[in-house]
């Protein structure tokens, strides 16, 4: 049957008439050929709620609105329909019914509002239930990011339409569902490892552990380990009227990563580099190309955090990043952390949101960590640290002292080893440090964790008083 429409409407600015419901968002539940709606960067900038900003929506990107209106009309049959939506859009355009119908619409009531009303008529062949109504315009006015819901509803009278409500409202016309929604077009991920510094190394801690690996991480070696893999890229919206590759821009076009971020946008990872450092201790030159972002240097590097250039449009997929040690440099157990440093392409148009953190991977050390939080060196007594080993093999230990801020200590001798199924004690703390009368002790021995075990002891000599303390392995308390 041949299409014949009257469209007695308020066309504004930029209407476009389209017929039927194609690539269009239909409210409703799945029986009633509900859709999901059209989604939007929610980077999109209002700067002015007032005044609004139109974005696309045209049969092109599928968020044209559509309904179905739930009732079958007879031949010239009158009914008044109302289009309700959230508040934050100004609804505008023109409409069209689906084939087989041959409807007329009357004059658009509350155009440039979010309240639509008009008269629908049934003439020639009787409209179904189950056609379908489109509410067309080039673009829609929002006045914030939030998504947009919409009703659509018909009424016997014309005043019970502009009122709204239940009075008069036709049972089984009622259609609800999101029209445009707003979701986040780009995201940080991290695909997190665990790297294992060796205590079979020599000197203990100066290597890694390696193992076969399944893709992307596939280079791991003694010397260079693969922390993790990060993405930087789009988000496809799931359940949409169409599919998309990408929430769309204010354009209705597919949104890039360029379209958001600009080019001095950055990507960095905070942990412990200082194995990288150079041989004096500074972490230019060779010391950036000893962490590297897929395959790139870091274009900064500190002892807690290294800094990537991000590529655009293509942003980042599986890019590994990995930390080699200066040759002979003792690798610290560390975790790592990404965050991305988000830089507006278009701040006016679209606001660029920094990313994470998320983990990054960590370093673990496979011999055993003890540490005696508060080691005291008081007049009078006599502090003791007392390592044990219960293996059939020698083991060395390496201490490093931790202080309060702006303190300083001396340190003395900070190496040593334990004999085989033996006990070593060093019976004055200040043979480790001097300077101040606290510190934290930490522990490295080149051990099975299983055969090691810490104590520090205060004794004072005068009064016999003797204060034992278990040192303790960090994390397990």
Not at 379 to 396: A, C, F, H, K, Q
């Amino acid at each position: 049957m041949s299409l014949n429409k009257k469209v007695l409407a308020v066309a504004i600015a930029g209407s476009l008439f389209a017929a039927g419901n194609a690539a269009a968002v239909t409210l409703g539940t799945s029986a009633q050929g509900g859709t999901g709606p059209a989604v939007f960067a929610k980077e999109i900038v209002v700067a002015d709620p007032v005044a609004g900003v139109n974005v696309a929506t045209t049969a092109v990107n599928g968020a044209l609105l559509s309904w179905q209106p739930g009732w079958s009309f007879s031949n010239d049959e009158v009914r008044y329909a109302r289009v309700e939506c959230s508040s934050n859009i100004r609804l505008s355009g023109v409409l069209s019914s689906s084939v087989p119908a041959t409807v007329n619409f009357g004059t658009i009531n509350g155009a440039g509002t979010n309240v639509l009303t008009f008269s629908v008529t049934s003439t020639g062949a009787n409209v179904a239930a189950n056609d379908v109504f489109t509410l067309t315009s080039a673009t829609q006015n929002i006045s914030n990011t939030d998504n947009v819901v919409c009703t659509t509803s018909l009424y016997d009278q014309p005043s019970q339409a502009q009122a709204g409500g239940e009075v008069g409202r036709i049972a089984g016309s009622v259609r609800t569902g999101t029209y445009l929604a707003f979701a986040d077009s780009y995201r940080l991920t991290s695909t997190a490892r665990t790297a294992i510094s060796s205590v079979e190394a020599a000197p203990s801690f100066s290597s890694f552990r390696t193992a076969a690996a399944a893709a992307p991480f596939a280079g791991d070696t003694a010397a260079r380990a693969e922390l993790a893999a990060l993405g930087v890229g789009l988000i496809a919206p799931t359940g949409t009227a169409v599919a998309q590759a990408a929430p769309y821009t204010v354009g209705g076009a597919a949104i890039a990563l360029n379209d958001v971020l600009a080019a001095t946008s950055t990507v960095i990872v905070d942990g412990d580099f200082s194995a990288a450092a150079n041989a004096n201790g500074t972490y230019t030159g060779a010391a950036l190309g000893r962490v590297q972002l897929n395959g790139a240097n870091a274009t900064a590097l500190s002892a807690t955090s290294a800094t990537f250039a991000l590529p655009l449009p293509g942003g980042l997929a599986n890019a590994v990043l990995s930390l080699t040690r200066r040759d002979g440099a003792v690798i610290p157990a560390a975790e790592y952390t990404a965050r991305l440093n988000a830089v507006a392409a278009a701040p006016t148009v679209y606001a660029a949101a920094g990313k994470g953190p998320v983990n990054a991977g960590q370093v673990v050390r496979d011999g055993t960590e003890l540490q005696a939080p508060l080691a005291q060196i008081p007049d009078g007594w006599y502090s003791r640290v007392i390592l044990t080993n219960t293996s059939g093999v020698e083991r060395p230990y390496t201490i490093s002292v931790m202080t309060e801020k702006d303190v300083t200590v001396a340190t003395g001798t900070l190496t040593g080893t334990i004999p085989a199924n033996g006990t070593k004690v060093i019976d004055d703390v200040k043979d480790i440090f001097t300077g101040h009368n606290r510190a934290t002790l930490n522990v490295s021995v080149a051990g099975p964790t299983n055969a090691i075990q810490g104590m520090y002891q205060i004794v004072n000599p005068t009064s016999g008083s003797i204060s034992n303390e278990t040192m303790v392995r960090p994390g397990s308390n």
